[in-house]
Every structure is written in C-alpha cells, then in structure tokens.
C-alpha cells in the first residue's frame, strides 16, 4: 500500500519568509513518482512539479525548489521569499508505473495549509 | 488549449436522490480519473477510464459509477446519495502513458442534505 504524510497541518510565514513543507511517503514499488500541487481558495488543483524515483537531483523552478531524497523517503518543497499569493493548501501525492501504462491513481497526503502574512 | 471543465458547479442533494456529475477532458488527454475530497482532506481516487473502460478503482462501493465517451468526456454517476458523500469532486484527465501529470478542473461541490 502507498502512504502519504505531510505532518504540518497548518503554517503562517511573515511575507519575504522562507517556508519548507514536508513530504514523507511509503511505497513498495521501485519505480514511482513524486508531485506537489497547490490548492487555492477557488479548489482547483494546480501541477507544480512530477519527480521520477530514479532522479534525485533537486530543482529550482523561480522562488520554488524541491529537495528529493530517497534515503529518507521526502520530498520537500522549499518557497523563497514567500509572497501573499503563496497562500494556499498544498499537497504531495505518489503514484507508481502500473501494470497496464504508467498512469495509475495518485494517493494524496492531507495537505498543508500555508498562509502568508503580509 | 481548453482546460478541463466540470459542470455542475455546485450541488444540493437530498439523501437517495441519483445525480450525474460531468466532465470534459483537457484537448489530446485520453485518461479522466475522478477524486472526492472531503473537507480538511486530501482527494481520494474513486475511479479511472482510459479508452471508455474503468482501469482502476478506488475504495467507493458500487453505486459510485462512471463512464467514458468516445470524446474521452466523461461521467461520475452515484445512486443514492448519501450524508458522508457531501465533498468536493475533482475530474482530472491526463495522457496515459508515462504516469504524466494529471490536470485538474475546477470540481464540482456537493451538499447532501
């Protein structure tokens, strides 16, 4: 079974913060992949990074970065100089290379609430 | 490039009353997945369809079904709603090979009342 855990329910940054989330997950297969997605007010999900099992590297897209590492099961999400428009949930999810094609169910984490103070 | 849309926007339901959820998918995905989340939650897969076929399911009973159209369109059908069943639905719909991202529309919110 596929587990997802974002432990911090809730966070609050002063705007020019920076602010990490955490993602810590389990999985039996060799070969998955790793997503954040961001949820503003209005619901709808938004893509923000898909990470394979076999690429640790870490990446830097803007003021967002990643930080995958398999020794410890995390993939954490780093914002830079956190802005108001940051405010919104954020969810780490997983899903692996199924039987049929690559494209199986993504099990979610509960999120993370981030609210910016300006 | 459309995005994928949902429709209805919102929802209010009696207990028992049958519904028909729809979504269109984004232009060249072939693979819809549907999720309910509940408030405070993550989404919980309910179901996938790739080629107007379920290919994988989540934990829903039964009387959660769906459909695919040639389009790649598609349905999420529940009879019988229930209390526990008030949530927001999401359609997401991707290429299905590769495990690519999945995109997703805007939901449609349900009260069971």
């Known amino acids: 079974a596929q587990k997802v855990t974002q432990a911090q329910t809730e966070i609050s940054v002063v705007e020019k913060e920076d602010v990490t989330l955490d993602c810590v997950y389990e999985t039996r297969d060799t070969t998955y992949y790793l997503f954040w997605y961001k949820q503003p007010p209005s619901g709808e999900l938004v893509f923000l990074i898909r990470r394979n099992s076999f690429d640790e590297q870490n990446e830097i897209s803007g003021r967002y970065s990643w930080n995958f590492q398999k020794s410890t099961s995390s993939f954490n999400f780093t914002i830079t100089a956190s802005q108001v428009v940051d405010s919104a949930v954020y969810f780490c999810?997983?899903?692996?290379?199924?039987?049929?094609?690559?494209?199986?169910?993504?099990?979610f984490g509960t999120g993370t609430r981030l609210t910016i103070i300006p | 490039e459309t995005g994928v849309t949902q429709s209805p926007t919102h929802l209010i339901k009696t207990r028992g009353q049958q519904v028909t959820l729809r979504c269109s998918s984004q232009?060249?995905?072939?693979?819809v997945s549907w999720y309910q989340q509940a408030l405070g939650q993550g989404p919980q897969f309910i179901f996938q369809y790739y080629r107007e076929e379920e290919n994988g399911r989540g934990n829903f009973p039964p009387r959660f079904s769906g459909l695919q159209f040639p389009n790649y369109s598609s349905e999420l059908n529940v009879n019988a709603w229930e209390l526990d069943d008030s949530a927001l639905y999401l359609c997401a719909s991707s290429l299905a090979e590769g495990a690519n991202e999945q995109f997703f529309g805007p939901g449609t919110r349900l009260t069971v009342l």
């Open positions: 232009s060249g995905h072939n693979t």
């Open positions: 999810a997983l899903t692996s290379e199924g039987s049929n094609f690559g494209n199986e169910k993504l099990t």
